[in-house]
């Protein structure tokens, strides 16, 4: 299985403040069609997982456009340019180029300093 | 607007056996591949299985730590998915999540039906 690693676990950020998460698969996402199927899901207190980019920069309708995604091959990063309260929750990066089984990281935890 | 309704979670002793439903609305899932995923404090979120849709013969797959003890079946007409758990653990214990593949994604997700395995 493809092991995706996720850093910090925990990012206290300022409100107004840039924050940067980082995932690193095990091995290339790159599939065989030549796309990368990297996601990145929010998920909110006491809510289920809510996906905001997949293919590694594709935005999901309704999401603002303070969350960007990018990388390559191994390295993937979501940033939001500037930190909302509601931002508040955990992120998770998930692979969906080797399959079974589709994985997750261990998820980043965003909190307001 | 596309909803994804879980139920039939609860309480179980190990050994024990629970269904659960899963009601979409706002999409047809016939066309679509659709997974339980389930998610514990300790080892996050972890992919359950898959059943996939009438053009791929409703081919099923499971992860390696429910296989044989767990089964995905599907009713298109009602537009719903379903979960049979038998022979239950202890490490079974989760919240359980209905989800809708799209071209290696999950574009939405169920609210989630909690799943506990204790005598």
């Known amino acids: 299985d493809v092991v995706m690693t996720q850093s910090p676990l925990s990012l206290p950020v300022t409100l107004g403040q840039p924050a940067s998460l980082s995932c690193r698969s095990s091995?290339?996402?790159?599939?065989?069609?030549?796309?990368?199927?990297l996601n990145w899901f929010q998920q909110r207190p006491g809510q289920s997982p809510r996906r905001l980019i997949y293919?590694?920069?594709k935005r999901d309708s309704g999401v603002p456009d303070r969350f960007s995604g990018s990388g390559s091959g191994t390295d993937f990063t979501l940033k939001i340019s500037r930190v909302e309260a509601e931002d508040v929750g955990v992120y998770y990066c998930?692979?969906?180029?080797?399959?079974?089984?589709?994985?997750f990281g261990q998820g980043t935890k965003l909190e307001i300093k | 607007e596309v909803q994804l309704l879980e139920s039939g979670g609860g309480l179980v002793q190990p050994g024990g056996s629970l269904r659960l439903s899963c009601a979409v609305s706002?999409?047809?899932?016939?066309?679509?591949?659709m997974d339980w995923v389930r998610q514990t404090p300790g080892k996050g979120l972890e992919w359950v299985g898959r059943?996939?849709?009438?053009?791929?013969?409703?081919?099923?797959h499971y992860a390696a730590s429910v296989e044989g003890r767990f089964t995905i079946s599907r009713d298109d007409s009602k537009n719903s998915l379903y979960l049979q758990m038998n022979s239950l653990k202890s490490e079974d214990t989760a919240v359980y999540y209905c989800?809708?593949?799209?071209?290696?994604?999950?574009?939405?997700w169920g609210q989630g039906t909690l799943v506990t395995v204790s005598s």
């Open positions: 059943s996939k849709n009438k053009a791929n013969s409703y081919t099923t």
């Open positions: 706002g999409l047809s899932i016939s066309d679509r591949w």
């Open positions: 998930m692979q969906g180029s080797h399959w079974p089984p589709y994985t």
């Open positions: 293919q590694v920069s």
């Open positions: 989800a809708t593949d799209r071209r290696g994604s999950y574009d939405y």
């Open positions: 091995q290339s996402l790159v599939y065989s069609d030549g796309n990368i199927y």
